[in-house]
């Protein structure tokens, strides 16, 4: 059976937007305070002034604000310098392999079901065997003799015997051999991280011909 090796995504799509910002009038800031403040006083009743105390009370807890305003600042910038960072130091598990703790996959019966399988070795011979949940071996796939990487393969849903099995989750293991001789093996859901993808906020990995959330993987190794 023909095996299918995945290329690079070579198209980038760039946007723009425009964005207008919304004041929040319902809120009330240290400024509105201190308006608040001049205004009481400029009306005050001459023959019975404010108390001291109390514009010192007022003015403590205007001072009170403002600094409260600044510490919540300085956070969502401390926060989002975090988050910069810690998107970028992601950067580095570029050529590194990213498991996402599952060899399964979900299949239609009656349809041609797709997936990848990364092989970490140059291949001499070998085969995919797919299993239901007993690790009843279900389908065989030959993957022939070909460099090592992430090849695409296509299950027909057919069984030893030419029949259809019914919809349900199977799991995909392969044995090979390289060169060498030497007896390997791989599975599916462990991919190299050919690049990384930051998007609306989130970062994504490029495993295989596809961008998976960083937070779908279990293991970088």
């Avoid at 992430?150 to 027909?156: E, G, K, L, N």
């Avoid at 791989?186 to 990995?205: H, K, M, Q, W």
């Amino acid at each position: 059976m023909a095996i299918t090796s995945t290329g690079q995504n070579a198209a980038t799509a760039v946007s723009s937007q425009t964005t207008t910002t919304t004041v929040d009038k319902t809120v009330l800031g240290k400024d509105d305070f201190m308006k608040l403040l001049l205004v009481e006083l400029q009306h005050q009743d001459p023959t019975e002034p404010m108390d001291s105390e109390k514009i010192l009370t007022q003015t403590s807890q205007l001072a009170a604000l403002e600094a409260s305003d600044n510490t919540n600042k300085a956070l969502a910038s401390l926060a989002a310098s975090l988050g910069s960072a810690q998107q970028f130091s992601t950067i580095s598990a570029i050529g590194k392999t990213a498991d996402l703790g599952s060899d399964a996959i979900a299949h239609d019966e009656g349809v041609d079901t797709k997936f990848e399988v990364y092989f970490p070795s140059d291949i001499q011979d070998g085969t995919i065997d797919i299993t239901d949940a007993e690790g009843k071996t279900v389908g065989t796939i030959d993957v022939g003799t070909n460099p090592k990487g992430v090849y695409q393969f296509t299950w027909d849903g057919l069984d030893a015997s030419g029949n259809k099995v019914q919809s349900g989750i199977y799991h995909v293991n392969s044995k090979y051999s390289d060169p060498e001789g030497n007896v390997l093996s791989t599975r599916l859901g462990a991919y190299p991280i050919e690049s990384v993808r930051f998007e609306d906020g989130n970062t994504l990995v490029k495993l295989g011909s596809n961008y998976v959330p960083l937070e779908n993987v279990v293991e970088v190794y």
